[in-house]
């Protein structure tokens, strides 16, 4: 068996880069080869082990040190652009969402059947069945079903880190997109052979028809933004934060 | 995208706004400390080259390429500035124990997560530079191949080899700590 051919594939796997066919091919190689399932296993838990390393918070002092040094005083920082986040609009957007559970106002559900219509409802109260979905939602858990979609998503803490575990039924293909702030976290992978694609602070999950139960593990706590998407339409988004009690 | 509004800020900034590279300073002050702190394991050190790049940053803005990603060229920076201190002082750059926050895990679960991470950063210790800079990038940066490669100025399957070669690397200083 070419080893080459196994070390290509088993880092693209590493990565996040393997495409469903190939990542068929790397199944069969591990199977026949045990020197390669060995090579897998080894690499996958160094690989855990340097994507527990959280990341250091830098020294207080340092930022306003830096400012002054370009001749800036600390108070030029723009607000609302993210307390050393790169993804500064999701942390505002977490600490709205955030706001909005803790007063119970409620969430927005985006409409699947009317495109650009925003619905409103209380905080786990069901929308009406002609608004294309019903979504309920905690700080630390959601779910959303809609006509051939039925979705649930709990976010937990896991040692130092956090996993979301994500149920995902229904009858038609989408896909539910994982977004969180990369320099607070980190995702490390997950559970079984899913079709999961993994960017810069962004892992993209596809449900097919069927049933489907996987687990992401991720590094750092983090909000995690999710959205539920169909045929390139979002039909629902919602921000998870971990829950003080798990 | 990010990648939009950075260079967004980089434009304000040319234009006369100087404040609008504050928010880069924020953006970026923590992966570029990290990317320096994992280099060389020192946090004096580490403090001092993000201060150093932001400066440099800064007083060069004008020659920035802005085909390339910001932080991409400021990732160099912090990369080539513990290079050169690793050059100057050989491999005599000593670990100086880093103050973690406390979380609430317990205490078994802190002791087995402290000894896990001992044993990668003393392995990430052990590699060459070069093997060492694509494992901070891509994880403690969270970079990509494309990424990789515009900050180290390689090109994409020279860093897969590298990061292979590293991974193997960081995998038998692992087992040999009992770690795996």
């Known amino acids: 068996m070419d080893a080459t051919r196994t070390q290509e594939l088993i880092q693209a796997d590493l990565d996040g880069e393997l495409p469903a066919a190939e ?74 969402v955030g706001g909005l559970v803790v007063a119970g106002i409620g969430y927005t559900l985006l409409d699947a059947g009317q495109p650009g219509t925003d619905l409103q409802g209380s905080l786990g109260a069901a929308i009406p069945a002609t608004a294309g979905g019903q979504a309920a939602t905690r700080a630390d858990q959601a779910s959303f079903q809609a006509a051939g979609i039925e979705a649930r998503a709990t976010l937990r803490r896991s040692g130092a880190g956090m996993r979301l575990d994500l149920e995902l039924g229904g009858t038609i293909p989408y896909e539910v997109v994982a977004t969180f702030d990369p320099g607070s976290g980190a995702y490390v992978g997950a559970d079984g052979d899913a079709a999961i694609t993994r960017g810069n602070g962004t892992v993209v999950i596809q449900a097919q028809p ?13 909000p995690i933004g999710l959205q539920v998407r169909s045929r390139d339409r979002v039909l629902a988004s919602q921000e998870l934060t971990v829950g003080a009690t798990h | 995208m990010i990648e939009d509004d950075d260079a967004h800020r980089v434009r304000e ?19 570029v400390y990290n990317v320096a702190l994992r280099m060389l394991r020192n946090p004096e050190d580490a403090r001092d080259i993000a201060q150093t790049v932001f400066l440099k940053a800064y007083q060069n803005l004008s020659s920035y390429d802005p085909q390339y990603k910001f932080y991409s060229w400021i990732y160099r920076m912090a990369i ?58 891509r994880y403690f940066v969270d970079q990509n191949y494309e990424d990789i490669g515009q900050a180290l100025g ?27």
């Open chain 1, 23 to 96: 990542r068929a091919e790397l199944a069969r190689r591990l199977l026949q080869d045990p020197e390669a399932r060995r090579l897998h296993d080894e690499l996958w838990r160094t690989h855990a082990l340097l994507r527990g390393v959280s990341p250091a918070q830098p020294p207080a002092g340092l930022r306003p040190a830096i400012l002054a040094s370009i001749g800036l005083s600390s108070r030029s920082t723009t607000p609302g652009s993210g307390g050393g986040s790169r993804w500064p609009a999701l942390r505002l957007a977490a600490a709205i």
């Open chain 1, 210 to 222: 069927g049933g489907l139960v996987r687990t992401l593990e991720f590094t750092g706590h983090t």
């Open chain 2, 13 to 31: 900034c040319l234009g006369g706004n100087r404040h609008a590279f504050a928010t880069l300073v924020e953006r970026y002050e923590k992966p």
């Open chain 2, 80 to 137: 080539n500035e513990s290079l050169n201190i690793l050059r100057v002082r050989g491999r005599n750059v000593g670990p100086v124990d880093e103050q973690y926050p406390a979380d609430d895990t317990g205490p078994v679960e802190s002791l087995a997560e402290d000894e896990d991470r001992t044993a990668v950063l003393g392995a990430l210790d052990r590699l060459k530079p070069e093997y060492r800079a694509v494992i901070v990038l």
């Open chain 2, 154 to 180: 390689i090109d994409a399957k020279t860093v897969k080899s590298r990061l292979f070669t590293a991974r193997q690397l960081l995998k038998e200083q692992l087992a040999a700590r009992g770690a795996l």
